[in-house]
């Protein structure tokens, strides 16, 4: 195991497959994040997160939704399509 989320701001409940661009992988959460519009939030699971963990299990925090337009709770991992997530 890379990493283990310890949920809140880091992210939790990781979803999807996890792609990985040279030696990052790059993936989603359904819960975590810093998005303050999100009713769960209430309850310190937040939106959902992008993140990034390096081979060497550093994580990082790309993106944090917000719910509305934003969206919230992905469900799905991402693409790789020519470099770009």
Same mark, same amino acid.
């Given at each position: 195991?890379?990493?283990?989320?310890?949920?809140?701001?880091? +992210?939790?409940?990781? $979803?999807? &497959?996890? @792609?990985?661009? /040279?030696?990052?992988?790059?993936?989603?959460? %359904?819960?975590? !994040?810093?998005?303050?519009?999100?009713?769960?939030?209430?309850?310190?699971? +937040?939106?959902?997160? $992008?993140? &990034?963990? @390096?081979?060497? /299990?550093?994580?990082?925090?790309?993106?944090? %939704?917000?719910? !509305?337009?934003?969206?919230?709770?992905?469900?799905?991992?991402?693409?790789?399509?020519?470099?770009t997530l």
């Amino acid at each position: 195991m890379l990493y283990s989320f310890p949920g809140d701001c880091d +992210g939790s409940a990781p $979803v999807g &497959s996890r @792609t990985k661009l /040279g030696g990052t992988f790059y993936g989603t959460t %359904f819960f975590g !994040g810093m998005g303050s519009h999100c009713s769960d939030r209430q309850n310190g699971s +937040g939106c959902g997160t $992008v993140f &990034s963990v @390096t081979d060497m /299990g550093a994580e990082s925090v790309l993106y944090s %939704f917000e719910s !509305g337009s934003d969206g919230a709770h992905p469900q799905a991992g991402l693409l790789n399509v020519s470099g770009t997530l």
